[in-house]
């Protein structure tokens, strides 16, 4: 079955960086488009990034662009977020998640259990 592992989640200070992973099993990585989102406390789902199947183009929210890296290492079947100069509007729980093609379309099939960051002094 379809797993997605969320990893790298903790406490980082205003201007500090976190690399979240996404492990992923039960599918053909490679051939799937894998996108980030988040959801800080008492707000809705926010997509955050998405990539290409083979990583050749990526996608950034406005509010991260910058700042963020999404990545993806189809050998090892992982899919990672860079986070720097993080600030506290970034807390939130994040998701990876598995798209339906080898586009990003914001259509997901399956999500990660989630892992959370929290950025503050």
């Known amino acids: 079955q379809v797993q997605l592992v969320e990893s790298g989640g903790g406490l980082a200070q205003p201007g500090g960086s976190l690399t979240l992973s996404c492990a992923a099993s039960g599918f053909t990585f490679s051939s799937y488009a894998m996108s980030w989102a988040r959801q800080a406390p008492g707000k809705g789902l926010e997509w955050v990034s998405s990539?290409?199947?083979?990583?050749?183009?990526?996608y950034y929210a406005d509010s991260v662009k910058g700042r963020f890296t999404i990545s993806r290492d189809n050998a090892k079947n992982t899919v990672y977020l860079q986070m720097n100069n993080l600030k506290p509007e970034d807390t939130a729980l994040y998701y990876c998640?598995?798209?339906?093609?080898?586009?990003?379309?914001?259509?997901?099939?399956?999500w990660g259990q989630g892992t959370q960051v929290t950025v503050s002094s």
């Open positions: 990539i290409y199947s083979d990583g050749s183009v990526t």
């Open positions: 998640a598995k798209e339906r093609s080898d586009e990003p379309r914001l259509d997901y099939e399956y």
